[in-house]
């Protein structure tokens, strides 16, 4: 992976970004920090707390405040930015708006500390949030990696101004039971804010900023006998197991022909077929109460993950430091009651 790097030479139209995701980046946090927004997401936490046992029938655990908190984003863009345009290009963020010098587009995720606390350290995104130009990831021998989908458009080729992307995280905790509270103390943000850097900028990152993939999309028998996955071992087998050990028991539980070689990518082992083409990694399949391990062929990767400590550190045109993924903690004072 790699960070910023501020020698490298530059367009101007590379230092005109760089210089408007600091300053959209000024603004938003603006917004997310402002008193009266505050005062509507303890709203938010106090409706969903009254009428918890109805959503909790409605959207389940994992889903309560999604909504609230996109419709409450898009308000306050809205309002705020004195939006120029409707921005009509359907491949884009939770909020996309047209204004006089960029188009902006904001993700929202609510993020659930109890049951998916994995997410806020990591920032993660869909192929329609980001522009970056990233090299292929999981390459290893012969494989030459999965190609990382960037939908988004780095400029906007009806106005030729540029998409800036930003990731609004909410963090809350929800028990699943009776309990929900927007997380308020020093030890999980209230809110993170990220700026993902714009595609027209990728060579400066060295086209490197994605760590790995959260995961991937996988074949099935249904493809053709092929691609029938492979069951291989129980998983608290498996996971005893160091990696040589684990390629030794995959060979010995099923068959791997000759044309396939040994592959180890960012997070997962497995194999590449020279003659078809195809990855195959293991994966954990619940079964009852327990996980087993299957080795299955990979179509490619979905959800990414960024390198977080090469989104903190940005620079300007002038290489100026400045934080690009800000974490505010103890956000909701009493007094926004």
């Known amino acids: 992976m790699a960070k910023q790097d501020i020698n490298k030479k530059r367009t101007k139209t590379q230092n005109n ?16 920090t402002s008193k009266k927004f505050l ?3 303890k709203r938010i936490e106090a409706e ?5 046992t109805i959503l909790q029938e409605i959207w389940g655990k994992k889903n309560k405040i999604k909504e609230a908190s996109e419709r409450l984003i898009r308000y306050y863009f809205y309002d705020y930015f004195k939006v120029k345009s409707f921005y009509p290009t359907p491949i884009s963020c939770d909020v996309a708006i047209e ?9 929202v995720k609510t993020i659930d500390k109890v049951g998916n606390s994995g997410e806020i350290n990591t920032t993660q995104f869909e192929h329609n949030q980001t ?17 990382i989908k960037s939908n988004l458009r780095a400029i906007d080729p009806r106005t030729n101004k540029p998409l800036l992307t930003y990731l609004i995280k909410i963090l809350y905790a929800d028990d699943g039971s009776g309990s929900f509270n927007f997380c308020n103390d020093s ?13 027209i900028l990728s060579n400066l990152f060295d086209n490197n900023l994605f760590t790995n993939f959260k995961n991937y999309k996988y074949y099935n028998k249904g493809h053709g006998a092929y691609y029938k996955p492979k069951y291989i ?28 070689q040994r592959i180890s990518g960012r997070s997962k082992i497995g194999y590449y077929d020279t003659a078809e083409r195809v990855v195959w990694f293991t994966v954990e399949r619940k079964n009852g109460k327990h996980y ?6 990979v179509s490619g990767g979905d959800t990414g993950r960024y390198n977080d400590a090469w989104l903190h550190e940005r620079y300007d045109s002038n290489n100026n430091f400045w934080n690009g993924q800000r974490k505010y903690f103890k956000l909701l004072k009493e007094e926004t009651n």
Do not use: H, R
């Open 17 to 32: 970004i760089l210089d408007l995701e600091k300053l959209y980046m000024d603004k938003i946090e603006q917004i997310i």
């Open 39 to 41: 005062e509507d997401l």
């Open 48 to 52: 969903t707390q009254e009428y918890y």
């Open 99 to 107: 204004l006089n010098d960029v188009v902006l587009n904001v993700d």
């Open 131 to 147: 522009s970056f130009i990233n090299k292929n990831v999981d390459a290893s021998g012969s494989f030459p990696g999965f190609k």
């Open 187 to 199: 030890t999980y943000p209230t809110i993170v804010l990220t700026c993902l850097p714009n595609g």
């Open 233 to 260: 071992t129980d998983k608290s087998e498996y996971s005893k197991l160091t990696e040589e050990d684990k390629y030794k028991i995959i060979e010995n539980k099923t068959y791997i022909p000759d044309t396939w």
């Open 292 to 297: 087993e391990i299957f080795l299955n062929a």
